[in-house]
């Protein structure tokens, strides 16, 4: 076992922040210090290090962790991030917002995350592979993991090729067991996926947003039109999350008039097409020197403080502080990303009402919660769809036929196919991703405007959130 990890000063202290926060939620509740002390704390630390040999043959000492935040719903949910800035701070820090995510959006487990000290670039494919397929053999060997105990997905530096290393991995370890495949989420469809997961976090954070603005009395306050078509949004990060968030909204008809990189921004008040962004970046390595970009700047915090309406944070955390907070030009920050937004910062942001920020755990709880849907796919044994889309087709084919023989109105093949049609998977998992998040706005708008106190949509977020888990320690029996 290694020292604890030892955060200085400098550091940010990412628990730390979702404490305060959780904090200033707690005095809107009426729990008391005990169970309030239950809920915000992590009940379940595993940190441990395990050697790989690297395709030079030496040997390397990997830092890991997996923490499990609430035993309050079973099994516990989170992703695994591969970074080489992970530490046992951000990750109890990523378990505990899980927890309220999960929470907020009613999906009912209990929240975790992992992760390993680790740079991808620095390593092959095959020592990528090793060290995955380890780290789920140290969380086999310690019951940390499993369809009914701990469920990973997919994090920063990690994706559906992990998974599904850990998905054989746990399978060759529990030869027989009928639900084994649900022990991991985000896999590909190959091997038991879903459809629509990988694009999930995004659309949610489009829904979110969409949603959000369509309060015309918010909008009001804030001194922007209802409505999201001609929105101008800048995007900070083009990875997953990112990508599908910036297309989403255009096709929802906002603007994405900046996108900001590790490498600099671009600025366009025309706007740009994402997929074209991407292209360039595939093709030149940076996003930098893109054909329709009118501004270039060489720091990526420069392109956050450019005009728009709406900034969406989707990279990491703390990247709004105190110290660039006042620059920024937006009406409205949807956190795509975990915490990228300091406490202190987001008291100055929001200065009363005049400005709003969508917050993470609920922004960005569209990957959890198209994981639960998968991870109800891999327990039920079928695909969503599979035993009523051609039902449906008949029945809507009968209707259209006895409609046209009523009437005498013949429809073309293109209407008949539109009416007729039956939902695929990827269908249902959207329309189910987006009643999560209309439902689940409109539950945390709901506390905000009940009570004139609550400072903020975060702050009620919270307050449902610790109600819910609160609830649920009492039906234990844990709680009077």
Known sequence: MANSVVLT?????????????FNRAAQFTNHDVGLLNQIKACNSV????????????????????????????????GGIRYSEMVNEDEVMALAALMSYKCAIVNVPFGGAKGGIKVNTRDYSVRELENITRRYTVELIKKNFIGPAVDVPAPDYGTGERE????????????????????????????????????????????????ECVSVAEDMQRLGLTPGIEGKRVIIQGLGNVGYFSAKV????????VGIC???????????????????????????????????????????????????????????????NVGRIQAKIIAEGANGPTTPAAADAFVDGG?????????????????????????????????????????ANMNIVNMVEGVTGASLTDEQRKIIVKGASEEELVNSGLEDTMIRSYHEIREVYVSNDKIPGLRTAALVGAINKIAESYKNMGIWP
């Not at 390397?60 to 035993?71: G, K, L, P, T």
């Not at 706007?271 to 930098?288: A, M, Q, W, Y």
């Not at 009118?294 to 450019?306: D, I, M, N, R, V």
Request: overall charge negative; glycine content about 8%; charged content about 25%.
């Open 9 to 21: 000063e400098e550091q940010p202290h990412f628990f730390h922040d979702v404490t305060e926060f």
């Open 46 to 77: 595993y940190r441990f290090q395990f050697p790989i040999k690297r395709d030079n043959g030496e040997l390397e000492v990997i830092d890991a962790w997996r923490v499990q935040h609430s035993h309050h719903k079973s099994p516990t949910k």
């Open 163 to 210: 998974m599904s290393w850990i998905a054989d991995t746990y399978l060759t370890m529990n030869p027989g067991q009928l639900d084994a495949l649900g022990c991991v989420t985000g896999k590909p469809l190959s091997l038991h996926g879903i459809a629509g997961r990988r694009g999930a976090t995004g659309r949610g954070v489009a829904i979110a947003i969409r």
């Open 249 to 256: 909204l255009v096709e929802f008809g906002a603007i994405i």
């Open 261 to 323: 990189e590790y490498d600099g921004a671009i600025y366009n008040e025309d706007g740009f097409d994402p997929d074209e962004v991407v292209k360039h970046r595939n093709e030149t390595g940076s996003i930098l020197k893109f054909a329709k970009s009118k501004t270039e700047f060489g720091s990526p915090a420069e392109g956050l403080e450019q005009p728009c309406d709406i900034l969406v944070p989707a990279a990491l955390e703390n990247q709004i502080t105190e110290a």
């Open 354 to 394: 005049r400005r709003m920020i969508i917050p993470d755990m609920f922004c960005n709880a569209g990957g959890v919660t198209v994981s639960y849907f998968e991870w109800l796919k891999n327990l039920s044994h079928i695909a969503f769809g599979r035993m009523d889309r051609r039902y449906t087709e008949t």
